[in-house]
């Protein structure tokens, strides 16, 4: 058998363990709550800008990012701007294994490949910073509410002409917000491409963890994603993708488009 073949059996199988391991997913979930205590997601960086993400998500990222190939990746979220330039890196990657495998000149500035980030404010020594950034050149940013009609209009209109997209979305968790923005930006999301849902942990997790914040189990990222999908069929859940992370703020959350 091919080597390659063989192994690629052997994690799916792995995989499919996990996703049968009941205990195992239950003890995942308690250490990453035990974790928000501590702002676990807050020791991260990615090229020195902090990302507040969970490193397993952040591999999960790149990982799609690789197989889906986007031309275009939209956020919203966008806090230090480290996601941002995860995906602005993954992008020159791919740039970069283009002009190796066809000979060109790369020429960096002149790729179609973009990040757009969205939110609701941009704070001055972010966008700062995130300007300053080598990366910077592949990344736009608007700032405003993402589901506010206006701007959702103008990302539609940069989308225009884009052949493979991919959305993350990231900023404001109740379910009224999150389902906003499945409706504005899904039906963007190309084919075999993704729309990933952050933070639809919070349903998993034990009432009154966020008394300062307006989500809550019952009203976040989760419940949205059950309610899109009960009217949206072109998408389904990567269950695979969530068995083998174990650890991740995104269960039920990585939504593939047929």
């Not at 942990?201 to 009154?208: K, M, R, S």
Request: net charge negative.
């Amino acid at each position: 058998m091919d080597p390659k073949i063989e192994f690629n059996r052997s994690v799916q199988a792995n995989i499919d363990g996990l996703k049968t391991d009941g205990r195992l997913r239950r003890d995942s979930i308690e250490w990453l709550r035990r974790t928000l205590g501590h702002k676990y997601s807050y020791n991260y960086s990615w090229m020195s800008r902090p990302i507040i993400q969970y490193p397993q998500d952040m591999v999960a990222i790149q990982e799609l990012i690789w197989q889906i190939k986007p031309d275009l990746v939209i956020e919203t979220g966008i806090a230090h701007g480290g996601s941002l330039i995860l995906s602005a890196s993954m992008l020159a990657l791919l740039d970069y294994c283009d002009a190796v495998e066809t000979g060109q000149t790369l020429d960096p500035k002149s790729s179609r490949r973009r990040v757009l980030g969205i939110d609701i404010d941009i704070r001055a020594h972010n966008r700062a910073a995130i300007e300053a950034h080598p990366m910077s050149h592949r990344i736009d940013m608007i700032q405003g509410s993402s589901i506010a009609p206006e701007v959702v209009a103008d990302v539609h209109e940069r989308a225009a002409g884009h052949e493979r997209i991919m959305v993350i979305l990231d900023s404001n968790h109740t379910h009224e917000h999150v389902l906003a923005e499945l409706n504005a930006y899904a039906p963007l999301v190309s084919s075999d491409s993704y729309c990933v849902v952050f933070d639809t942990v919070i349903e998993d997790l034990p009432a009154g963890m966020y008394p300062d914040r307006p989500w809550d189990v019952g009203n976040n990222p989760k419940t949205a994603v059950r309610d899109f999908l009960s009217r949206n069929h072109d998408f389904e859940v990567d269950e695979a993708m969530e068995a083998k992370l174990l650890i991740t703020v995104a269960p039920g959350g990585y939504l593939r488009r047929r």
